[in-house]
């Protein structure tokens, strides 16, 4: 196994910025287009694509209870077994809309 060739997906856990802040952060460093999907409602999700046709999903995390639900959300894949971020070629990408994210 070459661990050059791996993949890996992540998924990040926010509080204190609604899901629609988090979406925005992603599409300041990725580009693309942002949509509020409202469905499942109760997840309130949020989805950014990004310029390279990939698909960050923002939405809420019930396992996250300091903080009101408004404000807590998960960032993570939009589609079951895959994730929009490779860490070999996305590595600055995903710390620069870290670091915005918490910036806003």
């Given at each position: 196994?070459?661990?050059?060739?791996?993949?890996?997906?992540?998924?990040?856990?926010?509080?204190?910025?609604?899901?629609?802040?988090?979406?925005?952060?992603?599409?300041?460093?990725?580009?693309?287009?942002?949509?509020?999907?409202?469905?499942?409602?109760?997840?309130?999700?949020?989805?950014?694509?990004?310029?390279?046709?990939?698909?960050w999903k923002v939405v809420g995390d019930a396992s996250l209870t300091s903080?009101?639900?408004?404000?807590?959300?998960?960032?993570?894949?939009?589609?079951?077994?895959?994730?929009?971020?490779?860490?070999?070629?996305?590595?600055?990408?995903?710390?620069?809309?870290?670091?915005?994210?918490?910036?806003?």
């Amino acid at each position: 196994m070459n661990l050059k060739e791996i993949h890996y997906g992540v998924e990040i856990e926010t509080v204190k910025r609604t899901r629609e802040q988090i979406a925005w952060a992603i599409h300041s460093v990725v580009g693309g287009t942002v949509r509020h999907v409202g469905i499942p409602s109760g997840y309130d999700p949020w989805e950014v694509e990004d310029l390279r046709g990939r698909v960050w999903k923002v939405v809420g995390d019930a396992s996250l209870t300091s903080v009101p639900a408004h404000l807590r959300a998960e960032v993570g894949e939009a589609e079951a077994g895959e994730s929009p971020v490779d860490f070999h070629p996305a590595e600055r990408e995903i710390h620069g809309w870290i670091s915005l994210a918490f910036r806003a």
